[in-house]
């Protein structure tokens, strides 16, 4: 996950390079992987759609949680609107959200909202998840990985705030 955009990333690049002329280093874009494996688990039409006809999803999310035109979204809507689409896959609360635009709590807590009413299967997909984490003290990848979370049911903030960074 090598940065292209900025110059220090075309730098480390450079450092690629094949061991003989008859190899060569293949690169892959995983564009919103994240947000497309939301779409598939949580069936919802509306990101898939979204994806099958190559719209932008940031942007198509910015018109939904702001109720403006697709044509009439702003730089900065998209930018925030990308922040919400990433921060749900992670269960950003209001405040974290908050943080992460400089805007407050309430507007954050107002952008998920609206974010869960325009994609309510992603909602719902959501507390399934963490319904079952909560009953079984664990989660299971599409695989059958297994990665237990016995702080899920903890009051202890700190003891999940660490348990975050951990993983």
Do not use: W
Not at 133 to 157: C, D, L, M, Q, W
């Amino acid at each position: 996950n090598i940065p292209v955009r900025d110059d220090e990333g075309k730098e480390i690049r450079k450092f690629f390079v094949p061991k003989s002329n008859d190899r060569i280093i293949v690169g892959a874009d995983y564009s919103q992987i994240e947000l497309r494996l939301l779409a598939s688990f949580s069936n919802c039409e509306s990101l898939i759609s979204a994806f099958r006809n190559e719209q932008d999803v940031h942007a198509q999310t910015a018109s939904k949680v702001f109720g403006v035109p697709l044509e009439k979204v702003t730089s900065q809507m998209r930018s925030s609107a990308k922040a919400v689409n990433f921060g749900v896959i992670y269960g950003i609360s209001d405040f974290g959200l908050s943080q992460n635009l400089h805007i407050t709590r309430a507007s954050a807590k107002d952008y998920i909202n609206s974010y869960f009413e325009r994609y309510p299967k992603v909602k719902e997909f959501n507390e399934q998840c963490v319904r079952f984490a909560r009953e079984k003290g664990f989660v299971k990848s599409k695989f059958g990985r297994v990665r237990h979370i016995p702080e899920i049911n903890s009051t202890n903030f700190k003891c999940i705030i660490e348990s975050k960074q951990r993983s």
